[in-house]
Nanobody, 127 residues
Framework: QVQLVESGGGSVQAGGSLRLSCAAS????????MGWFRQAPGKEREGVATVYTFSSSTFYADSVKGRFTISRDNAQNTLYLQMNSLKPEDTAMYYCATSRSTGYSSRPLAMFIYDYWGRGTQVTVSS
């Protein structure tokens, strides 16, 4: 069974930085999507940044391009999200997620691709 545990959330002033981590266990396949989603109160969950492990291709929401960077460690058992130049509109619960083994998707930021989810870590950006 796949298990995902997020950490690194907290409170920061606008313009600051945070680094989120996701520790993954139980992943026995090689070709899958993994990434970060976020959900603010009263809004739908949205894809923030994802990566396809087969090609190492990365994908970002337009709202975070140039500010956020998704990466994995050498063993590929930990996923990171480096968040710079944070804005109040980045405030949300951030979730780590992985798909099952799958081929290429034309919608790598779509929620329906992902089957396993962490419990989330809160990010709050104040002005």
């Amino acid at each position: 069974q796949v298990q995902l545990v997020e950490s690194g959330g907290g409170s920061v002033q606008a313009g600051g930085s945070l680094r989120l981590s996701c520790a993954a266990s139980g992943v026995t396949y090689s070709n899958y999507y993994m990434g970060w989603f976020r959900q603010a109160p009263g809004k739908e969950r949205e894809g923030v940044a994802t990566v396809y492990t087969f090609s190492s291709s990365t994908f970002y929401a337009d709202s975070v391009k140039g500010r956020f960077t998704i990466s994995r460690d050498n063993a590929q058992n930990t996923l990171y999200l480096q968040m710079n130049s944070l804005k109040p509109e980045d405030t949300a619960m951030y979730y780590c997620a992985t798909s099952r083994s799958t081929g290429y998707s034309s919608r790598p930021l779509a929620m329906f691709i992902y089957d396993y989810w962490g419990r989330g870590t809160q990010v709050t950006v104040s002005s």
